[in-house]
């Protein structure tokens, strides 16, 4: 999950970022959680009961986007499951049928955050021995108290909370913008972490 795939759901169940990571995922809002029976936490019934707002693996199943470094994306067509309603078939292209999805704007905001993403997690790694890392922020999990640093590291993903915490302008209703500025603050952020790092060496 991106950070605006939360704020899709988000928008399509009218809760905030916040309510819809409490809620519907796990791994601090990076999975979508499950129900006992293996359902998808949001599901109604046997439906899908955020169907305009479904994250990207939704939008693209059956097929399964691969994203590697220099070698662009590729697909594969995944096998449907069982009780899957959906018409299988193989008229029409791959592009057709991605744009059909609505992906773009759901693939772009993606390599964003995950360019940014990869930004930070260089940063936190390089930080002197005896430090955090990025993988001891979130091997402690979500349900130990957190310090500021690792407030900061986890709560990239959460736009709601980044802009009442960060923003001194009141955050627009529009989810581009407020995606936009999201992206902005953890630029700027990224970018003062980075600065910090290059004079401390």
Known sequence: M???EIARLAEALALSTSEV????????GTVLRQREDGGCSLLDGKRC???R???LVC?????????QRGQGEHFVQLSGH???EGVFGEHGTIGEFIDAQGTKPYIDATARYFELFARLVAVIQARPAGTSTFQDVIARGANQARSSDEEDVL?????????ARRSAEQPPHELAARVALHLALLEREIARLESEAERAD
Not at 21 to 28: L, Q
């Open 21 to 28: 990571i409490a809620r519907y995922t796990s791994e601090d």
């Open 59 to 67: 939008r693209l199943y059956p097929l399964g986007r691969i994203v």
């Open 49 to 51: 009961g955020v169907h």
């Open 155 to 163: 709560e990239w993903i959460d736009i709601d909370r980044t802009l």
């Open 53 to 55: 707002g479904r994250p």
């Open 2 to 4: 991106s950070p605006y």
């Open 82 to 84: 069982p009780e899957s």
